[in-house]
Each structure stands twice: as structure tokens, then as C-alpha cells.
């Protein structure tokens, strides 16, 4: 064992970096891939020794024939994923209250 126990998440393979040697290391999930009507979406959950926690996303996009067309939809793409990103990943947090109905002790 070596002082950092793997979330149930966790690949616990090459693919995570912990290790008691290691201490800049990321615990990793198996990548998650989802096949949709344009291509495909991979996902990675992560987590730092410290306990934040992110995702990695790659997006796998077919794009139009002619280089206008590409550079279009590229651009288009690109800032839809960051606005849905920050719908979601930048959406106020609930108080305490709000959650359990109780204001937070003083």
C-alpha cells in the first residue's frame, strides 16, 4: 500500500500515476467513450493527491469538405463546447441551507 488508496473509480493501472514514489501523481479513470451521430466523445475522470477532481473531454468531430466550411464549423465548435462547459462547471453552488434547509452554524 502506499498511503494513497485508490477511488473505486480508478483504473488502478498504467493509466494511474499514483505511487508512493510518485508524489505529483493523478488517480484515473478508464477512459469513457461515448459513439454519437457526429463521431465520438472520450472522457477521463481525475483527481490530484490534493483531492481536486476534473475531467478530461476529447471530442471527436467530423467536419465539412471544403477548408471554409472546416474553419466554420470549427470555430462554431469550439465556442459552444466552452459555453456549455461553463453552464455547467461555473453554475453557482446551492448554500447550505438551500440544500438542508438549515443556515450554517456561526
Do not use: F
Not at 494511474?16 to 479513470?29: F, M
Not at 477512459?31 to 471530442?59: C, F, K
Not at 470555430?75 to 447550505?96: F, G, M, Y
Request: charged share 20%; aromatic share 4%.
Amino acid at each position: 500500500m502506499n498511503g494513497w488508496p485508490h477511488p473505486e473509480w480508478c483504473a488502478q493501472d498504467h493509466q494511474c500515476t499514483v505511487t508512493g514514489t510518485n508524489p505529483a501523481g493523478q488517480h484515473r479513470s478508464p477512459p469513457m467513450r461515448w459513439n454519437t451521430a457526429y463521431g465520438s466523445l472520450v472522457a477521463v475522470r481525475v483527481q490530484d493527491l490534493n483531492g481536486r477532481h476534473w475531467m478530461e473531454l476529447r471530442a471527436h468531430v467530423r467536419l465539412g469538405e471544403s477548408d471554409l466550411a472546416t474553419q466554420e464549423q470549427a470555430s462554431q465548435l469550439a465556442v459552444q463546447v466552452d459555453l456549455a462547459v461553463r453552464r455547467i462547471a461555473l453554475r453557482p453552488k446551492p448554500s447550505r441551507q438551500a440544500i438542508t434547509g438549515k443556515a450554517k452554524p456561526r
